[in-house]
């Protein structure tokens, strides 16, 4: 039989739990917009990424 160490569990039962905080998450959560284009998927991540300054 495997025998797990306490750090192995604390890990099991924190990622147990974040996989079921995300379901109930995502049943809670509005249905995603679908009329939203590639391209204007495209551009929002580029506005996020582009940077906010010039450089120096």
Same mark, same amino acid.
């Given at each position: 039989?495997?025998?797990?160490?306490?750090?192995?569990?604390?890990?099991?039962?924190?990622?147990?739990?974040? /996989?079921?905080s995300l379901a109930e998450l995502r049943l809670h959560l509005p249905h995603p917009? /679908?009329?939203? /284009?590639p391209r204007q998927g495209l551009a929002g991540v580029a506005a996020v990424i582009a940077p906010t300054s010039s450089p120096p």
């Open positions: 039989m495997l025998k797990l160490g306490p750090p192995a569990v604390i890990f099991l039962f924190l990622l147990g739990g974040a /996989t079921v917009r /679908t009329d939203v /284009t």
